[in-house]
């Protein structure tokens, strides 16, 4: 899989966070606002909407217990049972969730687990 936007990753997988005691469970990457963000692989969109904490939030259903959540975005580009192909758009980058940099927080879970999505991904 490739990452779901261009940008650079500024924040891994279970690197400390600053402003709390926990762990990045996802990725950040910094990009440009209004940025497309793609689908990471066929799935359904199971939740798009404001969230706090994400800010706008699209979740993806890909079967099999995994799922791929993309926040802090400015803008969902598809609703609530849609179906999307990998590499599809499905948002547009932004601040909307409280981190200081317009970027993606871009996490992939399996069984509601969050697992390290560069293990998975292609450069």
């Given at each position: 899989?490739?990452?779901?936007?261009?940008?650079?990753?500024?924040?891994?997988?279970?690197?400390?966070?600053?402003?709390?005691?926990?762990?990045?469970?996802?990725?950040?990457?910094?990009?440009?606002?209004?940025e497309?963000?793609?689908?990471?692989?066929?799935?359904r969109?199971?939740?798009?909407?404001?969230l706090?904490?994400?800010?706008n939030?699209?979740?993806?259903?890909?079967?099999a217990g995994?799922?791929s959540?993309?926040?802090?975005?400015?803008?969902?580009?598809r609703q609530?049972?849609?179906?999307?192909?990998g590499?599809?758009?499905?948002?547009?980058?932004?601040v909307?969730?409280?981190?200081?940099?317009?970027?993606?927080?871009?996490?992939?879970?399996?069984?509601?687990?969050?697992?390290?999505p560069?293990?998975?991904?292609?450069?």
């Amino acid at each position: 899989m490739r990452l779901p936007v261009r940008g650079e990753l500024m924040n891994r997988f279970g690197a400390p966070r600053e402003e709390t005691a926990g762990t990045w469970k996802g990725l950040f990457i910094r990009s440009v606002s209004g940025e497309t963000v793609h689908a990471v692989a066929d799935g359904r969109v199971v939740y798009a909407d404001w969230l706090r904490g994400f800010g706008n939030l699209l979740i993806l259903d890909h079967g099999a217990g995994y799922m791929s959540l993309y926040a802090n975005n400015e803008g969902l580009l598809r609703q609530v049972g849609e179906k999307v192909r990998g590499g599809d758009p499905v948002a547009h980058v932004g601040v909307s969730g409280g981190e200081a940099d317009s970027g993606l927080y871009f996490e992939l879970r399996r069984d509601g687990k969050p697992f390290d999505p560069l293990r998975w991904m292609a450069p």
